[in-house]
């Protein structure tokens, strides 16, 4: 069992950043590719970056690629989500979760455990 605790999000005009925070306890967090996603009112929870065991690839969604940055450091059990110039249409519930694969990232249905969301909105 791995238990996740997102935080870090918050109300931001267009533009701003904000850094999410992904805390896991439990089993080994070194062991789990991590991946951030997001659900906006009314829409399907869809992915937004991923990051291998190792941390040597990540992978990102076209709507986020080259604002978002995701990030992890094992000593402290921790993976990060850095999102820059923020938009409106970023407005969303961000999960974190973890899996055991290391492939195919982007794809919800291999995360074994997630995390209870953090809210970011966006004002334009």
């Known amino acids: 069992q791995v238990q996740l605790v997102e935080s870090g999000g918050g109300l931001v005009q267009a533009g701003a950043s904000l850094r999410l925070s992904c805390a896991a306890s439990g089993r080994t967090f070194r062991n789990y590719a991590m991946g951030w996603f997001r659900q906006a009112p009314g829409k399907e929870r869809e992915f937004v970056a991923a990051i291998n065991w190792s941390g040597g690839r990540t992978f990102y969604s076209n709507s986020v690629k080259g604002r978002f940055t995701i990030s992890r450091d094992s000593g402290k059990n921790t993976a990060y989500l850095r999102m820059n110039s923020l938009k409106p249409e970023d407005t969303a519930v961000y999960y974190c979760?973890?899996?055991?694969?290391?492939?195919?990232?982007?794809?919800?249905?291999?995360?074994?455990?997630w995390g209870q969301g953090t809210q970011v909105t966006v004002s334009s």
């Open positions: 979760a973890v899996t055991r694969y290391d492939s195919n990232l982007d794809d919800q249905y291999i995360y074994d455990f």
